[in-house]
Every structure is written in structure tokens, then in C-alpha cells.
């Protein structure tokens, strides 16, 4: 995998840990993780033809979806989407909402 997957990855998965978590102290820590990761991705971003979006994201799901969060996983019981909801640009554009992509991970997801 290469370094831009990696970054992209890590960014997306703090969005979907705070998208899955119900602990709002948890959940404030995931979004202020994610949003370090932005800013350092959208201060060195990466090319957009070293990464696909998609692949990104499904490696951040299994990231996110970890055994030891499970019992924090109360927010919502859902399957993510296989496509990301959010294209690069959308995430390295300075105006990029942090709590509108979390809702808008929450929204995208099947409810079981």
C-alpha cells in the first residue's frame, strides 16, 4: 500500500470511528483526530491519480471496525456504503465540514 492510501485511510477511518461511536467525549476525540489528518493531507496532498478513493475507503472501514470499539459502536447499527462518499477534493477543500461528513457517513449507512 502505498503512503497516499495510508494517509487518505487514516483520515477516513477517524470519520467513520466518529461516525460509529456513541460517546460523544469518544466521538469529539475522532473528529479532532480526523481533522488533523485532513490538514495534513491538504497541506502535502497526494496525487489523485496514486490513490483510489474507494479502496481508501474500504480499508478505513476495517480499520474503524475493530473489535475493541465494538461495545462503543452505539450510534447507529449500520453497513457502510462500499463507495466513498466523499471524492479527494471534497476532503482537501479548506471549507470541508467535519460534522456534516460524519452525519453524512451516518446517513449514507443501511440501518439494520
Not at 13 to 27: M, P, Q, V
Not at 63 to 73: D, F, I, M, R
Amino acid at each position: 500500500m502505498n503512503a497516499s492510501v495510508e494517509r487518505v485511510r487514516d483520515a477516513l477511518a477517524e470519520l467513520i470511528k466518529a461516525a460509529l461511536i456513541s460517546d460523544d467525549g469518544k466521538s469529539l476525540a475522532c473528529r479532532e483526530a480526523g481533522r488533523d489528518k485532513l490538514a495534513a493531507l491538504a497541506a502535502e496532498p497526494p496525487e489523485a491519480g496514486s490513490l483510489r478513493m474507494d479502496g481508501a475507503w474500504t480499508l478505513a472501514i476495517q480499520q474503524a471496525e475493530t473489535p475493541e470499539l465494538a461495545p462503543e459502536e452505539g450510534q447507529v447499527n449500520l453497513t457502510l456504503p462500499r463507495a466513498c462518499p466523499f471524492t479527494l477534493d471534497e476532503i482537501l477543500d479548506p471549507g470541508f465540514d467535519l460534522d456534516l461528513a460524519v452525519d453524512r457517513i451516518r446517513k449514507s449507512a443501511s440501518t439494520g
